[in-house]
């Protein structure tokens, strides 16, 4: 059968996607700049930061963790970015190399009063046995006694739904684009004998160079 994702002319528009999103966001990059989300932490002074609201998480360390492991206190959280049952997710930037990651905080109790500690294990695995430049990147995991920790890739421009809310309609070049991408990785996670079962604009994350990143494999089953 002949691959969905070969009728997607993904090569030949790459470069008219390229002077699309230039167009988009040529009128609102002024505005960006005046009212840019990240902060950098090396550059603010300690009232600067406590005018942001910027926090420093702490937590009880874990008995377990010698001191040369990453912990919690490692990064500082900036803001909320979504929430579920037993996890939330924050924008979080590491004290040491200042880059920006996608910070899943997991709560044990509420994972075990659900049952749920199976499928964040097989989340984890999953998502560290995939490599595909479309798929989001989990780059390291820890824990401490209250909490499990997925540090991930940040997607600076949020999610599908949002760029659709924000722009309306698409140019159809951008549409193509974004169909052989994230077909490209639904193939691949399938031929891992992996499903998914959680596709939605919500979890079709946006790079800052606006490509798609397939997100949240906490429903995906390994066939």
Known sequence: ??????????????????????????????????????????????KQKEQTNIIIVEFPEDDAQSK???????????????????????????????????LKIVDKHFLNQLNKQHEVFIERSIITSLNHPNIIKLNLAFHDKHKLYFVMEYCENKDLSLLVKKYVKLP??????????????????????IIHLDIKPENIGITSKMHTKLLDFGNAMVM
């Open 1 to 46: 059968m002949r691959s969905i994702f070969s009728r997607c002319p993904l090569r030949t528009i790459n470069s008219d996607v390229n002077l699309t999103f230039k167009a988009l966001t040529a009128k609102e990059s002024q505005q960006d700049k005046e009212n840019k989300p990240l902060i950098n932490l090396v550059e603010c002074s300690p």
């Open 68 to 102: 040369n492991k990453t912990t919690i206190n490692d990064f500082v959280t900036i803001s909320l970015l979504g929430r579920g049952a037993y996890a939330k997710v924050v924008l979080a930037q590491h004290l040491y190399n200042d880059k920006y990651y996608a």
């Open 172 to 193: 159809i070049n951008l549409i193509k684009y974004y169909i052989a991408e994230i077909v490209s990785a639904l193939e691949y996670i399938h031929s891992k004998n």
